[in-house]
């Protein structure tokens, strides 16, 4: 019942930023943890952020001071706001819903960083 769709996605140099925009439809909820993942070519698939409430974030260390997750509820929207990018931020991003333990993904979006 719940579809996401990421963009936002491309190529950039390294120190250059992005924004991914997840759109979302179907049943959202404002108490819905929404968060991003990437996964790079070889590795897991690992958290780079999530937003659960009012405004309670968390960030995998790798990216803290340079990404930044926020959500529009009204517009079934997440964002991840990423500065000061580089090589090894390149993965492809996913969009997930977490509600309680069930599990929304969208498809992903590219994101390459070059040297």
């Known amino acids: 019942q719940v579809q996401l769709v990421e963009s936002g996605g491309g190529l950039v140099q390294a120190g250059g930023s992005l924004r991914l925009s997840c759109a979302a439809s179907?049943?959202?909820?404002?108490?819905?943890?929404m968060g991003w993942y990437r996964q790079a070519p070889g590795k897991q698939r690992e958290l780079v952020a999530a937003?659960?409430?009012?405004?309670?974030?968390n960030y995998a260390d790798s990216v803290k001071g340079r990404f930044t997750i926020s959500r529009d509820n009204a517009k079934k929207m997440v964002y991840l706001q990423m500065n000061n990018l580089k090589p090894e931020d390149t993965a492809i991003y996913y969009c997930?819903?977490?509600?309680?333990?069930?599990?929304?993904w969208g498809q992903g979006t590219q994101v390459t960083v070059s040297s």
């Open positions: 997930r819903v977490d509600r309680y333990n069930v599990y929304y």
């Open positions: 937003i659960t409430g009012i405004f309670n974030t």
């Open positions: 179907g049943s959202i909820f404002n108490i819905d943890t």
